[in-house]
């Protein structure tokens, strides 16, 4: 299986800050990436494919980039709704997710 | 507009098995592959398998092969996911998942149900 690590595994942010979260894979897996959040009780919502591409309806302050072992996602500018986990997923094989990122309030 | 729905909640004892289902609407059901995805108590994400919903292909993942069974039901646009021996190292929250392309399976998911509560206790 491909390991997905994530980093940090919590945030602490103020509303209006850029936030980056790192994903590293054990191998290459390209640009198959995928990002997505999830709020307490909640199933995940699919935020960004293919690294780079930001799925229908996904506000524009929400950006990836990377390809082959490391990715990023970044939050140009934190809103009250981005409090939340954020999961990493590898597609090139079988899925595997990232272990969790905790974006909390400051 | 695209929707899954699941069944409820289950309390389970340690060896038995549990069937959840996922009703869809607002897609062609039988164009499309449904994953399952499943999340124990405070816990990360972690991929059990896929069925094409129009012929019932599925592909488990191996930790899952041998206990996990996922079948359609093309009369009703539901899917089904049993898994049996249970124990409490399967008390999560069961998802059934869209995947976007109906082409090909590109093993992300743009569409989930609200999820299923599986509580394995004696």
């Known amino acids: 299986d491909i390991q997905m690590t994530q980093s940090p595994s919590t945030l602490s942010a103020s509303v209006g800050d850029r936030v980056t979260i790192t994903c590293r894979a054990s191998q290459s897996i390209s640009s198959w990436l995928a990002w997505y959040h999830q709020k307490p009780g909640k199933a995940p919502k699919l935020l960004i494919y293919k690294a780079s591409n930001l799925e229908s309806g996904v506000p524009s302050r929400f950006s990836g980039s990377g390809s082959g072992t490391e990715f990023t996602l970044t939050i140009s500018s934190l809103q009250p709704d981005d409090f939340a986990t954020y999961y990493c997923?590898?597609?090139?094989?079988?899925?595997?997710f990232g272990g969790g990122t905790k974006v909390e309030i400051e | 507009q695209v929707q899954l729905v699941q069944s409820g909640a289950e309390v389970k004892k340690p060896g038995a098995s549990v069937k959840v289902s996922c009703k869809t609407s607002g897609f062609t059901f039988s164009n499309y592959y449904i994953h399952w995805v499943r999340q124990a108590p405070g816990q990360g994400l972690e991929w059990m398998g896929i069925i094409n919903a129009g012929g019932g292909l599925t592909t488990y993942a191996q930790k899952f092969q041998g206990r996990v069974t996922m079948t359609s039901d093309t009369s009703t646009s539901t899917v089904y996911m049993e898994l049996t021996s249970l124990s409490s190292e399967d008390t999560a929250v069961y998802y059934c998942?869209?995947?976007?392309?109906?082409?090909?399976?590109?093993?992300?998911?743009?569409?989930w149900g609200q999820g299923t509560l599986v509580t394995v206790s004696s």
């Open positions: 997923q590898q597609y090139k094989d079988y899925p595997t």
């Open positions: 998942a869209r995947d976007p392309n109906y082409e090909w399976i590109l093993y992300i998911f743009d569409y």
